[in-house]
Structure formats: structure tokens, C-alpha cells
């Protein structure tokens, strides 16, 4: 005869195991109030009852309301209307140009003791002010022919030095001191979208030289070095 089964006596003493509500399981002491962030809490509950004080703190900005503030009941989280049928988005706005370059000078003081005397030579052309590079790149910029107005160059770097046979750091630099000198000025930015490249709006020689002696720049340094601005007497200029 087969021996009956015993009872498991654990089973029977073992306790079900009720689920804990969330208050328990927020102010548990092992777990120092830390919550899961997947954890919807209501709307119209209190936090000062879980939360510290620094918690608050962070409850109010995302919520709006102050810190320890109970919630207005039946408070509805803000919705913004879908937009109405047929109505088109708004278009992007131009980047704004860049105002004309306002030439001011001041005369350079030398760091320690006085200058050499420098030759120095009337500005008469575009071309007494420029280093070999800056010619090049000028002429590349405006185009061929020598006109009386202004144009507009929508070429990037990269292009500039290929047609140049510049490097690129130097067509950049160029760039910012034409720009400076009031010789171009941005008008249109680059554009990720369409990979479109900055446009510059490029001065004729002629207006350049005319701009230049209306604010008093008539005179640049000659020789081997960079031409400079400067006066008749050889105190070089910094535009500023």
C-alpha cells in the first residue's frame, strides 16, 4: 500500500504577498525615495508627502506651479492647437546682411622706441593696396573687366582656392581683411540645406579707392612687406 502524501506544512504557513501601495514603496528606507521615472504619478496628488525639498523645487519648474503648491483639481496639462486645414508654415526668415563696414582709423603706436622711416606711396588703384594673393582673389571675387558697380560673388572656399591655386587658410583670411578694408561685405549666409555657399557683395576698385580717401586713407607703405595704410609721413593706420 503506496504511503499517503504528507502535507507541505511551508505552503501552508506561508503568507500571500499583498503588491505594496506606491506611498510604501516611494518612502521604503532601503530605497531613499528613489521611484522609477516610467512611473505615471496623478495629477492631483501631493508631493510634499514623498518629495524633498530640492524635489519640490524641480516639481515646480516642470509643472509650473510653486514648491509644496497642491494642484488645482481638474487642472488640465495645456494642448496647442493643431494647425487649421490649408494653412501653410511660415516662411524662414532671411538672414539679415551685414551693415557696410564703417572705416575709422587710428594712428598705430609703436611697442618700444620709435619707427624707421618707411617709404610710402599715394594709393592711385585697388592694386597698390593688395599683396600679389589679394589681387588675385580680388579679381576672382568681382570677375573680369574692370566695372563701376558693385556684384555679388556666391563662391565657398574650397572654390576660391581652386580657381586661385591659393590655399584655403589663405583665401579665409583674405576674406576678413577685405572685409575689414570695406571691400566686400556678407550678404547671405551659408545654407546646410541647399549646400548653397556665403554670397559677398564685392565693391568696384574704384569705389573701394574713393571709399578709402573719404575716410583718410590716401597712403600705404611700399616694399617688400604687406602694404599697410598709413599717412603721408609714414605713421601707419589701424582701422578699427
Not at 56 to 61: A, D, M, Q, R, S
Request: glycine share 8%.
Amino acid at each position: 500500500m503506496p504511503n499517503p502524501t504528507k502535507p507541505n506544512r511551508r505552503k501552508q504557513d506561508a503568507r500571500k504577498l499583498e503588491p505594496i501601495d506606491w506611498h510604501e514603496f516611494a518612502n521604503d528606507a532601503v530605497l531613499n525615495g528613489n521611484m522609477s521615472t516610467l512611473f505615471h504619478r496623478p495629477p492631483t496628488e501631493d508631493p510634499t508627502a514623498y518629495a524633498s525639498p530640492e524635489a519640490l523645487v524641480e516639481i515646480g519648474k516642470r509643472t509650473g506651479r510653486a514648491p509644496g503648491a497642491p494642484p488645482t483639481a481638474g487642472a488640465e496639462p495645456t494642448v496647442s492647437a493643431p494647425p487649421s486645414a490649408g494653412a501653410q508654415p511660415a516662411a524662414a526668415q532671411p538672414a539679415a546682411a551685414e551693415p557696410a563696414a564703417t572705416l575709422r582709423t587710428v594712428p598705430t603706436i609703436p611697442i618700444a622706441g620709435p619707427e624707421k622711416p618707411r617709404k610710402v606711396k599715394p594709393i592711385r588703384k585697388l592694386q597698390d593696396a593688395l599683396t600679389l594673393a589679394g589681387q588675385v582673389l580680388y579679381q576672382a571675387m568681382y570677375g573680369g573687366g574692370e566695372g563701376s558697380g558693385q556684384r555679388e560673388c556666391a563662391k565657398g572656399y574650397r572654390q576660391l582656392a581652386a580657381e586661385t591655386h591659393l590655399d584655403k587658410d589663405t583665401v579665409r583670411d583674405l576674406i576678413a581683411d577685405f572685409k575689414a578694408r570695406g571691400i566686400l561685405r556678407e550678404i547671405g549666409t551659408y545654407n546646410a540645406d541647399t549646400r548653397s555657399s556665403k554670397t559677398y557683395e564685392v565693391l568696384s576698385g574704384s569705389a573701394i579707392v574713393q571709399k578709402w580717401r573719404d575716410s583718410g586713407l590716401c597712403y600705404v607703405t611700399s616694399g617688400r612687406q604687406r602694404p599697410e595704410f598709413c599717412t603721408a609721413q609714414g605713421v601707419a593706420l589701424q582701422i578699427v
